[in-house]
C-alpha cells in the first residue's frame, strides 16, 4: 500500500513498520493504515522484514515505526490515535 504526502521538510511522507512477520507487526501494520486513512493524507506506508534493514535503524525490539527515516516507537503495538499523533508531529 502506498500513499504520498508532503511533510513540513517539503519531501514525500516515508512511514515504515519494521518487524519480521508476528502478529505484533501485522497489527502495527494495519493500526498505521488506518491513522493515514482516519488522518486523510497521503504516505507512502511500507512493511520492511528484512532483518539487515531493520538492523540498519539499530531497532532491537519490533515492531517499530519509522516515520522519515526517524524511529518514533520500538517494540510496541500503538493504537491508530497514537500513531495519528506521531505523523501529525511530522507534518
Given amino acids: 500500500m502506498c500513499y504520498t504526502f508532503q511533510n513540513k ?17 501485522h497489527t502495527l501494520a494495519e493500526n498505521t493504515k488506518k491513522a493515514v486513512a482516519n488522518l486523510g493524507i ?8 528484512d532483518l539487515n534493514e531493520i538492523l540498519s535503524y539499530n ?15 520500538t517494540g510496541q503495538v500503538l493504537s491508530p490515535k497514537e500513531i495519528e499523533k506521531l505523523i501529525k508531529d511530522n507534518l
Fill in 42 to 49: 497521503f504516505a507512502q506506508v511500507e512493511k520492511v522484514e
Fill in 59 to 73: 531497532v532491537i525490539n519490533t515492531p517499530a515505526l519509522v516515520i522519515d527515516e526517524v524511529v518514533k516507537s
Fill in 9 to 25: 521538510k517539503g519531501k514525500k511522507m516515508k512511514i515504515q513498520i519494521l518487524g519480521t512477520g508476528c502478529t505484533k507487526c
